[in-house]
């Protein structure tokens, strides 16, 4: 930090394992990553390509070596597995991730439909080669499912291999998890963390107010995703409480820091 602050909440350290920020790259250039990292590296945990922009992407190779120079592992978008999976390519699409150097994939069916147990099926196989994290929740947004469902489908498929469960937003914000104005689900969150461990579980979370949400819900050290790379410093900001709409959560009763006793 570039100033001395009290009364700034703790965030885990990097590598960390919950307090994550989940970046979605949609097709940066070269220099643009170079750019993004210069001042938000620190602050960046994993780098999703979104959907099916890597097949679309320029040198992409360069790309990924950018970020995992900086110890920044990337994966690619659930979209691009579902999109291997139903063409029946799905040892091509491990081979492919090898040889490109990745060591994390996203497991999903938001695009389409596969028998829970066959998707337990992936994340137990994928889990032998790579780190694993599994999206729960339909692009769908007439597709509703119940609190207890949510719950089932989760413990299934951390019990399967899935180092993390991605509750599933969209890039909007406005499916799964949150209702199409973007309200959050409240009954529903608060209802899977009964039974998941919040340090388990990503919540994508495009929008700001949706942010401030799970700040005040979990704390500075809950893991967001769907970020985009202009939102990261802003984020990390809001996060120990130098934004205006988490301005006086770490502060004391009075609004006031509390005084700092030699």
């Known amino acids: 930090m570039n100033f001395k602050l009290t009364n700034i909440p703790e965030r885990t350290v990097i590598p960390r394992t919950y307090g994550l920020t989940m970046v979605m790259d949609k097709g940066m250039g070269l220099d643009g990553v170079r750019d993004f990292l210069s001042v938000a590296a620190p602050y960046v945990d994993i780098v999703k390509f979104g959907f099916g922009t890597s097949v679309v992407t320029a040198n992409l190779r360069e790309k990924i070596k950018i970020y995992q120079d900086l110890n920044i592992p990337v994966y690619f978008g659930g979209t691009l597995f579902e999109a291997f999976l139903v063409r029946n390519q799905i040892d091509d699409y491990i081979a492919a991730v090898k040889d490109l150097g990745v060591t994390h994939v996203e497991v999903s069916d938001g695009s389409i439909t596969i028998p829970h147990i066959e998707k337990c099926g992936y994340i137990e196989k994928m889990a032998k080669h790579f780190t694993v994290f599994s999206e729960v929740g339909s692009k769908d947004a007439t597709h509703i499912m119940p609190p207890y469902k949510w719950i089932e489908?989760?413990?299934?498929?951390?019990?399967?291999?899935?180092?993390?469960?991605?509750?599933?937003?969209?890039?909007?914000?406005?499916?799964?998890?949150?209702?199409?104005?973007?309200?959050?689900?409240e009954g529903l969150v608060q209802e899977i963390l009964t039974q998941i461990p919040y340090e388990k579980i990503i919540w994508e979370a495009p929008q700001k107010a949706q942010q401030v949400y799970f700040l005040e819900l979990l704390g500075v050290n809950v893991n967001l995703g769907n970020l985009a790379p202009a939102e990261v410093i802003p984020l990390e900001s809001m996060r120990i409480g130098l934004r205006g709409d988490t301005f006086h959560l770490y502060l004391g009763k009075d609004g006031k820091a509390t005084p700092v006793t030699e």
Do not use: C, D, F, P
Request: no cysteine.
């Open 153 to 185: 489908l989760m413990k299934a498929e951390l019990e399967s291999g899935s180092t993390y469960v991605i509750a599933e937003a969209r890039e909007a914000g406005n499916v799964g998890i949150y209702r199409g104005s973007g309200e959050v689900r």
